[in-house]
C-alpha cells in the first residue's frame, strides 16, 4: 500500500494574525457602528450558545434566487436572559482613542456582582453629585455606554458570577439625550426584544473551540510526507529558502489551534420568543440542557461552544435593498438529539 494522503483544505494560514489564544473568554466588541435615529438605542446584547437545530421558513428576500420558496436550513439557538444596567459611562474622542471621562452607577446592585466586582459602599457614594458631574462634562465629542451584567442563573449555564460587558448608545441628535436615555434605564432589565427585532441582521462575536497545541497537519490541512521521509511525517517538508535567512510567517508551523475571537458578520434573526417550549428539542439540547426563558434563532452558525457567551450587535455591514421582515417558519425541528 502506498503512503496515505490528506488532502484536507488548508484553513487560512494568512487569514487571521496572530493566531494566539484570545485574551477574554466573554470576546471583545472592537468597533460599533453608529445609526441615525431619532431616539436612542443600545446597539447590542449578549447570550449564552445553546446549540442548533434546523428549520423550514419562507424566503422573503427578493434579491434572493430561492424567494417565495420554502427552505431548510440550520439555526443556532442562543438564550438571552435579561442585562441589567448597573451603569453608565462617559468616553471623550482624542487623537489616542478614547479617553473614560466618569462613570455612574447604580446606587442598589445586584448582589452577585460582588462576585465580580468590588461594589461601591452605598453610604458614601453620591449618586447626585456624581450625575451633575457628568452632565457638565457631555460635550460633542462624548460618546455614551451602559455597563451590563450578565443573569446566567437565569439560563442553563452552571455559573452565578456574572460577566460585565459595555455597550455603546446611539442615535439621538446629543449625547446629552443619549446619557438621559440610558438613566432612564439605569437600573432596569433590558430584553433581547428591545434591541433587537425577527429578521433583523446582526454580528456575533465569540471565541471559538480551544483545540490546544496542535500540528501543522491538523491546524492547516497539509499533506503526509512519504513514508520513507527522514525526521518526520507529519511536518512541513521544506520551512523555506536559503535567503531570507529565517522562517516566514507564512509557513504551516505546529501552535495553538482554537480558542480566536472570531466575527460572523449578518446573521439573520428568524425569531425571537419569551418561550423555550417553542425550541426545545426532546430530552433538550445536548451539553446544555433546556431553554428556560428568552431566546434568539439565528440563521446559520455561531462560533464558540455551548454555554459560551456571545455577543452580538447591530451589524457593521449593513446590506443594501434588504427589508427587516420577520420571516413565515413553516416547521421547527424538535426532535430528540440523545441518539434515541
Known amino acids: 500500500m502506498g503512503h496515505r494522503k490528506q488532502n484536507a483544505p488548508r484553513h487560512g494560514s494568512l487569514r487571521y494574525m496572530p493566531r494566539k489564544r484570545a485574551n477574554h473568554i466573554k470576546g471583545r466588541v472592537r468597533n460599533w457602528l453608529e445609526v441615525e435615529?431619532?431616539?436612542?438605542?443600545?446597539?447590542?446584547f449578549a447570550g449564552f450558545k445553546s446549540g442548533m437545530t434546523h428549520i423550514a421558513y419562507i424566503e422573503d428576500q427578493k434579491t434572493n434566487p430561492f424567494f417565495g420558496k420554502e427552505l431548510m436550513k440550520p439555526v443556532t439557538i442562543i438564550e438571552t436572559p435579561p442585562l441589567v444596567l448597573f451603569g453608565?459611562?462617559?468616553y471623550e474622542k482624542s487623537e489616542y482613542g478614547l479617553k473614560c471621562k466618569?462613570?455612574?452607577?447604580?446606587?442598589?446592585l445586584n448582589k452577585e456582582l460582588a462576585r465580580k466586582i468590588s461594589l461601591p459602599n452605598p453610604e458614601s457614594y453620591d449618586f447626585d453629585q456624581k450625575k451633575q458631574e457628568l452632565e457638565k462634562i457631555i460635550d460633542?465629542?462624548?460618546?455614551i455606554r451602559g455597563l451590563f451584567h450578565t443573569q446566567p442563573y437565569k439560563a442553563s449555564v452552571p455559573r452565578i458570577k456574572p460577566d460585565i460587558i459595555e455597550i455603546m448608545v446611539s442615535g439621538g441628535s446629543?449625547?446629552?439625550k443619549q446619557f438621559k436615555f440610558a438613566l432612564e434605564h439605569l437600573g432596569k432589565d433590558i430584553r433581547v426584544r428591545d434591541v433587537f427585532s425577527e429578521g433583523e441582521l446582526i454580528d456575533a462575536i465569540g471565541v471559538s473551540k480551544g483545540k490546544g497545541f496542535q500540528g501543522p497537519v491538523k491546524k492547516f490541512g497539509i499533506k503526509l510526507l512519504p513514508r520513507k521521509t527522514?525526521?518526520?511525517k507529519r511536518g512541513v517538508g521544506c520551512i523555506g529558502p536559503w535567503h531570507p535567512s529565517r522562517v516566514m510567517y507564512t509557513v504551516p508551523r505546529a501552535g495553538q489551534?482554537?480558542?480566536?475571537?472570531?466575527?460572523?458578520?449578518n446573521k439573520r434573526i428568524v425569531k425571537i420568543s419569551e418561550t423555550g417550549d417553542e425550541i426545545n428539542p426532546k430530552g433538550g439540547f445536548l451539553?446544555?440542557?433546556?431553554?428556560k426563558g428568552d431566546f434568539i434563532a439565528v440563521l446559520g452558525s455561531v462560533p464558540g461552544p455551548k454555554k459560551r457567551l456571545i455577543r452580538i450587535r447591530k451589524s457593521m455591514r449593513p446590506k443594501k435593498n434588504f427589508e427587516v421582515v420577520a420571516p413565515t417558519i413553516t416547521y421547527i425541528s424538535r426532535q430528540t438529539q440523545q441518539g434515541k
Open 257 to 265: 489551534m482554537g480558542f480566536h475571537q472570531r466575527t460572523e458578520y
Open 230 to 232: 527522514r525526521g518526520t
Open 37 to 44: 435615529d431619532k431616539n436612542p438605542l443600545f446597539l447590542g
Open 174 to 176: 446629543t449625547p446629552d
Open 140 to 143: 460633542s465629542n462624548s460618546i
Open 287 to 291: 451539553h446544555y440542557g433546556l431553554v
Open 102 to 108: 466618569g462613570e455612574l452607577l447604580n446606587t442598589k
Open 88 to 90: 453608565v459611562k462617559v
